[in-house]
């Protein structure tokens, strides 16, 4: 099913709702990112509890309940969907809020620490690897494509290695 808005517990058929309408939205950017199970599990039980405690699922399936019955959505009806997606839209970004860490910079950092940061942290992912955990293959690929760092098939010995060299660098 199609939808313009920001992936939460309500996915709406806005053509049984509303008739065919054109989608002239853009998705919104994000913090929140899927690769981290246990955050969005954060994210997930506190949403709910928040649309629990506003009865915003309720309210959604009496709405989509009458507009069936109704065959059409009334002007009143709209504006009652408009107000629980409003709702809806202002616990996700709160709660989202609430489990992304976000770093403010207060000085400039050279090229040189840029990459060295970024070197260090390939191989701080990297090393988990090699102990048999997970890490998003995206998120190691974004990190290695802004390095020069061309092949990182290696030993655990090259990884630490590495590792302990960045730090230095660092």
């Not at 053509?15 to 939205?25: I, K, M, N, P, Q």
């Not at 199970?37 to 959604?60: D, G």
Request: hydrophobic residues 35%.
């Amino acid at each position: 099913m199609a939808s313009n808005h920001r992936t939460g517990f309500v996915d709406l058929d806005v053509d049984t709702l509303f008739g065919a309408t054109e989608d002239v939205t853009h998705r919104s950017s994000r913090n929140l990112h899927t690769n981290y199970p246990e955050r969005v599990k954060k994210y997930l039980a506190e949403a709910l509890e928040q649309f629990n405690r506003r009865n915003i699922l309720t309210s959604m399936n009496k709405l989509t309940k009458r507009t069936r019955r109704a065959g059409t959505c009334t002007p009143k009806m709209q504006t009652k969907y408009d107000n629980i997606d409003k709702e809806a839209r202002e616990i996700m970004l709160k709660v989202e809020s609430n489990f992304v860490k976000t770093f403010r910079f207060t000085t400039t950092w050279s090229v040189p620490l840029i990459r060295a940061s970024k070197v260090t942290k390939f191989w701080n992912l990297r090393l988990p690897m090699e102990n048999g955990r997970q890490v998003a293959p995206s998120v190691l690929e974004s990190v290695r494509a802004s390095t020069d760092i061309a092949d990182f098939t290696s030993s655990k010995e090259h990884v630490v290695v590495e590792r302990n060299l960045a730090r230095i660098n660092l």
